[in-house]
């Protein structure tokens, strides 16, 4: 099947956080935090699967992650994006939306902003209320439902504050995620 699509050929997409629910995220203080280093990133079990299943469906497979460690000089950029090579290579995934800032820096585009996936909607040309965005922190779920898309919460009882709305559902796994997304 081909890249879904609505009578006025609007696109519809999966949005995935990356720590967390593509890869393992690192847990400090109950907290997660991203990989250091290429050779650190184990993808999560089902993950590839998950996409593949969602990719026959016809979904876009974007990535929308905040990568704030760039900018406080705990992680470089040249990672990041080898990181991101990485994962373009080994999943089937359409393009990845990356944000650099910090909370103090307030631009649009830090998660829960909504701005990447604002950016994704005009790159490909998306009808956001029939999108999903998955993620495992608040900040991916206030993301979701401030850009119209349903929300879903990969969630790990993460030590921090919960998303201002619930999200559409709250799954253990991408697996489960793609399994609610593809009865609907």
Not at 6 to 35: E, T, W, Y
Not at 142 to 155: F, K, M, T
Request: proline share 6%.
């Amino acid at each position: 099947m081909g890249i879904r699509s609505l009578n006025n050929h609007s696109r519809i997409a999966v949005f995935l956080d990356r720590d967390g629910v593509l890869n393992q995220a690192v847990l400090r203080k109950g907290k997660p935090h991203p990989p250091q280093s290429e050779s650190d990133v184990e993808i999560l079990p089902g993950v590839y699967d998950s996409l593949v299943r969602l990719k026959k469906a016809g979904f876009l497979l974007l990535v929308t992650t905040n990568q704030p460690d760039v900018r406080t000089g705990k992680q470089t950029k040249e990672v990041v994006e080898a990181i991101h090579s990485m994962l373009l290579s080994q999943l089937p995934l359409d393009d990845i939306f990356v944000c650099y800032h910090i909370d103090a820096d307030q631009c649009g585009c830090r998660k829960p902003a909504p701005g990447m996936i604002e950016q994704a909607r005009e790159r490909y040309n998306l009808h956001l209320p029939s999108c999903y965005m998955v993620g495992d922190r608040w900040r991916d779920v206030d993301a979701g439902h401030r850009a119209g898309c349903q929300s879903i919460l990969v969630d790990y009882s993460y030590e921090e504050r919960g998303p201002e709305r619930e999200p559409a559902i709250r799954v253990a796994s991408l697996s489960e995620a793609a399994d609610w997304i593809l009865k609907q």
